[in-house]
């Protein structure tokens, strides 16, 4: 794991911490580079203790840009994809839990 570790804040009381594996951001940038559009989107997946969260896995997954409200847009996950590569990863990582979510552009948006 990496020693680096960062602590969230939730509420006036609750710190948790939180370790990204190497290898997780090695994958998303493998996924990053891959894509020809250069915009990937995908799960986070690790272990959850009670005071941290180690990051150990990602994983792609597919994705459309919707129009919400006016110019602002919404990420939809292909659902079926995302149980999909979720069912695979429990085959390997049983213990392995969704804790999050990624997306990559190329360019950085403020306004998002």
Known sequence: M???ITTLE????????YRV?????LSILEFF??????????A???LVH???????????????????YG????????KDVQKEMFDLNQEIYPK???VGWFITQTAIDLKT
């Not at 939730?10 to 911490?17: D, L, Y």
């Not at 110019?71 to 292909?78: G, M, R, S, T």
């Open 44 to 46: 986070l997946l690790g």
């Open 71 to 78: 110019n602002e847009k919404a990420l939809k996950i292909d």
């Open 10 to 17: 939730f509420g006036a009381s609750t710190e948790i911490q």
């Open 33 to 42: 580079n891959r894509n020809k559009c250069q915009v990937v989107a995908g």
């Open 96 to 98: 392995e839990v969704l």
């Open 21 to 25: 594996h190497p290898t997780v951001i």
């Open 50 to 68: 009670p005071n941290s969260i180690d990051i150990t896995n990602a994983y792609p997954v597919g994705f459309e840009m919707t129009e919400m």
């Open 2 to 4: 990496s020693e680096d």
